[in-house]
């Protein structure tokens, strides 16, 4: 789906090389990310249609989401979280971040920290987290991680960045917060239900 959706944009740029100004709207075109947004989720639901239509019958999952983000003219970035059917929602002051793909178990950090105003860098720190956390409740989500920054206004990212297993900020980082949970959970007081200290079963 995604590979498809990806093709028909590239595709569409390609084409419209030459044209002049009777060249289709393309990314390369778009005024604003709004519009890309749009195009690129008109480009994710023809995917999905031509998709569904080849399989037929068959119990195949097409469904899909792309998060698209960027600037144009040094504009102030925008992201979007694009659906598979074409429509999508903005990162805005009560979404503070979007996200896709396994997230039951980093987001809850994300959501008590991570604000519309958080600094660029707090933000990387607490999204590391938020993976660190995610990779030790479910194995099937592992290194490595690929980072990137864009400062509001900048034409190109400030940081591209792949985390591998040597990375040693993101293992002092795992060590750090595992550590940090423990001691906040021993600063906090037992129940006052009468739970006797010995060992025993939760249920």
């Known amino acids: 789906m995604t590979q498809a959706a990806l093709t028909r944009l590239t595709d569409a740029m390609l084409l419209a090389e030459g044209e002049g100004d009777a060249a289709p709207e393309t990314l390369r075109t778009a005024p604003t990310m709004f519009r890309a947004a749009t195009l690129v989720g008109q480009a994710l639901h023809a995917a999905r249609s031509a ?12 469904s899909a989401t792309l ?23 903005e990162c805005q002051p009560d979404t503070p971040y979007l996200q896709i793909g396994e997230h039951k178990y980093g987001k809850p950090i994300l959501d008590r920290v991570v604000t519309y105003d958080t600094p660029l860098a707090e933000a990387v720190k607490v999204a590391l987290i938020s993976f660190t956390s995610t990779m030790r409740s479910n194995l099937a989500v592992g290194l490595p991680i690929d980072l990137m920054t864009l400062p509001t206004g900048a034409r190109a990212p400030a940081l591209v960045h792949r ?12 060590e750090r917060w595992a550590v940090a949970m423990r001691r906040a959970t021993m600063a906090i007081p037992p129940p006052p239900y009468g739970v006797p200290s010995a060992q025993g079963m939760l249920v």
Do not use: H, M, W
């Open 67 to 89: 998060l698209f983000g960027g600037c144009i003219a040094g504009r102030r970035p925008r992201l979007f979280l694009i659906y598979g059917s074409g429509n999508f929602i």
């Open 163 to 174: 985390i591998t297993d040597d990375d040693e900020y993101y293992r002092e980082l795992t």
């Open 51 to 62: 998709i569904d239509e080849a399989v037929g019958g068959d119990k195949v999952q097409t």
